[in-house]
């Protein structure tokens, strides 16, 4: 379906929901409307109905009956050509033609039902043309077991009564979906049983007989009657099918639609972060570069000391300017998959104490302790070491940031129970609420504290160590408690950890590995 095609077939209450109408609202609104324009259909219906039903019951039955014709005039044939043991020629022939015309009108009346359109068809009317049509047949039937009647002996008795069950019974499932022409065919054959039997006042042996055949054909009408209701319970079934299958394909177009738009606007937006990209960075470039020059008072010193102390903040606020610009660019690679990994054989360990030190100062400066455990001897890792090097820097300048004066930051390196490694940062600071953790993973997401301190960030550092991770096929935890501190725990597999070449001989260099599972050969790094 094209995305024009979608937009005509959207609905009004998916128009208000795109509009921002509550979805609950609208849910509720279509029900009620359903359910009034059901009720509606069911008071103009005379068979307490949804119209739609109603006809479909009608189309079943004349179905049936225009199919069936052939079927019924082999019928006839075959009952008189038996008949003719008991009867003569003329009289077969008569009832023959008889039942042959009332049998091909009910099938003539079912086929010019067929032919009208749906919105053409008079419920009542139809109804009650195929009840009398069917009366019509049943008469014709009735006028055979009335010329039998008069036929002595106990083998014409005993074929009325079976060929008054065989009518009922071919009526029955003929006819079962408008019981008003089930009632009408099996009348006239009840009545002219039940009527010879009051009549002729017989013996108590055609009595049992004839009991036994009415209460048949009671049992007929109860069986006629339930199969009405499953027909009825099938179609509803089949309706809400149809209806569930329409809004999953609405749903379906709507979905096409909004990735279609969402396509649209992360193309936009990427060509928006190029474009801004450039023209951001040309101008940050002069003034970073201007305010180091000033800063560094290259040629010669400010008369007005306030000078120095701005060139300082122009040089700290351009620096974070472009810290915000380049992980906006990251976090945007990342996300459109053009994030591209230079693997090669990197020291976990090594890239974990570089970051130590490089912000061992920023810890310094608000008394913080940096303690480490790490476990030594580790084998390299197959990763891009800027992307683990970022991860390492994000944590840890996190770390900082949120833990107060005096506080303690420790970080370990290890294995884990998977043959892996991990790296962990670990803070005693205040914490983050748990129903907090899943925003400071998205992005932009900021928690309370950070708002509340007012602390720098644009909420992109945790995103983009989860993106970063998750393309080295690892894992970011987060575990935090209030007033206790936030543990965050990087997880890289098995399969991206090399084996170490141990020597030829016995002895080993170093220290003895670590126990536990050991990994087998990942990979083999390059001569």
């Not at 006028?143 to 005993?158: H, M, P, W």
């Not at 009526?171 to 079962?176: D, E, P, R």
């Not at 036994?212 to 009405?228: D, T």
């Amino acid at each position: 379906m094209s995305p024009a095609g979608t937009m005509t077939d959207l609905t009004p209450e998916i128009i208000q929901r795109g509009r921002g109408a509550d979805p609950e609202a609208v849910a509720r609104r279509r029900q009620v409307n359903s359910q009034l324009r059901a009720v509606r259909e069911k008071l103009t219906s005379g068979s307490g109905l949804e119209r739609a039903f109603d006809y479909e019951l009608l189309r079943l039955f004349a179905e049936t009956h225009r199919s069936s014709l052939a079927a019924m005039l082999l019928l006839i044939v075959i009952v008189g050509v038996t008949c003719l043991i008991w009867l003569d020629v003329a009289k077969i022939l008569l009832w023959m033609l008889v039942a042959m015309a009332s049998a091909t009108c009910l099938a003539l009346v079912a086929k010019r039902f067929l032919r009208l359109e749906a919105e053409k068809v008079v419920i009542r009317a139809w109804r009650r043309s195929f009840a009398l049509s069917a009366l019509l047949h049943g008469m014709s039937w009735s006028f055979l077991l009335t010329i039998l009647l008069q036929v002595d002996g106990s083998g014409a008795r005993t074929f009325l009564l079976f060929l008054a069950l065989l009518v009922t019974a071919v009526t029955v499932m003929l006819s079962f979906n408008v019981p008003m022409s089930v009632y009408a065919g099996i009348l006239p054959v009840t009545a002219v049983i039940t009527g010879n039997l009051v009549a002729s006042r017989a013996g108590i042996e055609w009595t049992a007989m004839v009991a036994i055949a009415v209460g048949c054909q009671l049992y007929f009408a109860a069986l006629s009657n339930r199969l009405y209701h499953t027909t009825i319970a099938t179609l509803e079934f089949r309706a809400e099918k149809d209806a569930l299958i329409a809004e999953l394909e609405q749903a379906k177009a709507n979905s096409d639609e909004a990735r279609r738009r969402a396509e649209e606007a992360n193309v936009a937006k990427s060509h928006f972060l190029a474009t801004m990209s450039h023209e951001l960075r040309t101008p940050l470039n002069a003034i970073l570069g201007f305010s180091e020059v000033m800063k560094s008072e290259l040629f010669g010193q400010h008369q007005v000391p306030a000078y120095r102390e701005y060139s300082n903040d122009i040089h700290a606020s351009g620096k974070l300017l472009l810290d915000i610009i380049n992980e906006i660019l990251d976090l945007s690679r990342i996300e459109a998959g053009r994030y591209e990994l230079k693997e090669e054989a990197v020291n976990l360990v090594h890239i974990v104490d570089d970051c130590r030190h490089m912000l061992q100062m920023r810890a310094r400066a608000r008394s913080i302790t940096i303690k480490e455990a790490v476990e030594k001897d580790l084998p390299r890792l197959w990763a891009d070491e800027r992307a683990v090097r970022q991860i390492a820097l994000n944590l840890l300048s996190n770390a900082i940031k949120f833990t107060p004066q005096g506080g303690e930051v420790t970080l370990k390196v290890g294995w884990t129970a998977t043959a892996g490694q991990y790296f962990s940062v670990k803070d005693n600071g205040p914490g983050i609420p748990e129903d907090e953790i899943p925003v400071v993973l998205q992005s932009f997401g900021r928690g309370s504290l950070a708002i509340k301190t007012a602390e720098q960030g644009t909420g992109l550092g945790l995103p983009i160590v989860k993106g970063l991770v998750d393309m080295h096929g690892g894992t970011l935890t987060l575990n935090s408690v209030l007033r206790e501190g936030t543990e965050v725990v990087v997880t890289f597999p098995a399969s991206r950890v090399m084996d170490t070449v141990l020597p030829v001989s016995g002895e080993q260099d170093g220290p003895a590995p670590p126990p536990g599972p050991q990994p087998t050969l990942r990979r083999q790094r390059a001569a």
